[in-house]
């Protein structure tokens, strides 16, 4: 929880924490089993922006640590910003993947995804 920043999360119940706190000790949940991969759900739902820029500073101290993380989310702005790689899935099968540069350079995903004027911003966290 130290690494995280929420040890003074430790003492409240879990129905008192905001949507950042929230999703960082779900996080902590996580890693308290000293995994080598994890799968993030959807970690920039229901939060507000700066618990946003809080979760994706968090993904890539992670990353730094050589810690796989796997990231499903349908926010593509925030979350092709600091992924090495991505996949566009659609019905079920990979439709595409490669960098986010790739991807986003791809008539396919803009016309199915991102939309014509969607615009790369890499996160300098």
Known sequence: MEELGIS?????????????ECRRAEI?????????FILLDEPF???DP?????????????RDRNLGVLIT????????GIVDRAYLIT??????KGTPEALVESEIAREQYLGHNF???????
């Open 50 to 62: 700066i618990a946003v820029q809080d979760i994706k500073q968090l993904i890539l101290h992670l």
């Open 8 to 20: 003074e999360l430790a003492d409240r119940k879990a129905y008192t924490l905001s949507g950042g």
């Open 45 to 47: 739902s229901g939060i």
């Open 28 to 36: 902590a949940r996580a890693l308290a089993a000293s995994p080598s």
């Open 91 to 96: 019905d079920g099968k990979i439709t595409l």
């Open 73 to 80: 989310d349908h926010n593509a702005a925030e979350m092709l």
């Open 119 to 125: 615009e790369l911003r890499r996160s300098r966290i």
